[in-house]
């Protein structure tokens, strides 16, 4: 009997307390923390052995601070105290249907604590605005609206762009997005369709150069603006060596094989594919009988390239750069296997005004014969 006795005081688990056995309330949600970023200065003295004293004053760097404070929405992968009652024996938690975890160490019959998951759908019939807490009693559900993040790019299909073209971004925040112009000029782009993590866009006719996208979009009950870091090129003001098809008089200038491939791409239809004999180290590119590139007018030398079989070095020449050929390694790029890679190269550094054939050369190669991929080969300004 005394045993018994002592059986039915103990916990109905080992959290240290009785969860309630009713249906389960939320009566508010808080905030767990904010980002501190305050700008105080500390100061650190410190002695050497040999007795010099150096005095440093620094920042505090940025870390999260407790913050208490009602709210009905959220941000994806931020913390929230949810409070209530007979929360005690959760076993869900979810936001706009999307299970979050919670750990049941940080939990108590009047409060959880819980992240909400970056893969919560913000906006579209899919972002309920709904929080849900199920337990071995019940559910409720509390009407609590997950912020969409700002637009964010991560990839994309390419940042080269001329009038009614299309591009793909990927990224995140793309569903609460109303409108995106070119940050430069304000040109309206044409949103082609949309979901939170693809953007499909039609670019509009424009004077601009070169660009961010300058993103609007909703979120909660406010309209706020973000600016891509990715920049993209107008290639219709940009003079053309090569994008589709030889531009402005260019041709074919090469000591290897080369050819317009209509089966790789990285804008439009079509790539100047050059091959590199094994062994050959020739020099491939472009050549002109007119008056030659004019980088006066121009910044830099824009192009993508699709790499061979292997990682490779390639060097720039040019017949203003001592000639036109393999012996210049002053200029290296690197052209990772496989994969289109862009290049933007300053033209102050490159001494090709007036050049009349320009190309890359290669060691090599080595092991095989090499093809790569040449696109969007043009001076922007």
């Known amino acids: 009997m005394l045993v018994l006795g002592l059986a039915s005081c103990r916990k109905d688990n080992s959290l240290g307390f009785t969860p309630g056995t009713g249906t389960p309330t939320i009566t508010s949600v808080h905030t767990l923390s904010k980002t501190d970023t305050s700008k105080i200065l500390r100061t650190i003295t410190s002695i050497s052995s040999g007795g010099v004293t150096t005095i440093d004053t620094i920042g505090f760097p940025v870390n999260p601070a407790g913050f208490d404070s009602v709210t009905v929405t959220g941000n994806l992968q931020q913390y929230y105290v949810i409070y209530g009652k007979n929360l005690g024996s959760t076993t869900n938690i979810s936001f706009n249907g999307v299970t979050a975890y919670f750990n049941r160490a940080l939990i108590s019959d009047a409060s959880l604590i819980v992240q909400i998951p970056i893969t919560v759908p913000t906006s579209g019939s899919a972002a309920t605005n709904k929080l849900v807490v199920t337990t071995l009693y019940g559910s409720v559900t509390y009407n609590f609206t997950v912020l969409p993040p700002a637009p964010t790019i991560l990839t994309y299909s390419t940042n080269d762009f001329s009038a009614n073209s299309e591009i793909t971004l990927t990224g995140q925040g793309f569903g609460s997005v109303t409108a995106v112009k070119l940050k430069t000029t304000g040109d309206a782009t044409t949103i082609v369709s949309q979901s939170d993590t693809v953007l499909v866009l039609k670019m509009p006719t424009s004077t601009a150069t070169e660009s961010q996208l300058l ?3 909703t979120s909660g009950t406010s309209t706020a603006s973000a600016t891509s870091s990715a920049i993209f090129n107008d290639l219709d003001n940009a003079y053309q060596v090569f994008t589709d098809n030889y531009d402005n ?33 020739s ?19 824009s192009f993508w390239i699709k790499g ?51 190309g890359f050369f290669i060691q090599g190669p080595n092991d095989q014969n090499e093809t790569f991929y040449f696109d969007d080969v043009v001076l922007l300004k």
Request: hydrophobic residues 30%; charged residues 10%; neutral net charge.
């Open 215 to 217: 993103f609007s979009y």
């Open 249 to 281: 008089g260019w041709y074919s200038s090469s000591w290897g094989p080369t050819a317009i491939s209509t089966t790789v791409a990285k804008t439009g239809t079509s790539s100047f594919a050059a091959t590199y004999d094994k062994g050959d180290w």
């Open 283 to 301: 020099a491939d590119g472009f050549g002109t009988g007119g008056t030659g590139l004019p980088t006066a007018s121009y910044n830099y030398l």
């Open 308 to 358: 061979g079989i292997e990682t490779y070095t390639l060097y720039l020449t040019a017949d203003t750069r001592g000639g036109f050929g393999n012996s210049d390694t002053s200029t290296p790029i690197t052209v990772p296997a496989g994969v289109w890679t862009y290049f933007k190269m300053p033209l102050s550094t490159l001494n090709l005004q007036g050049s009349k054939q320009f």
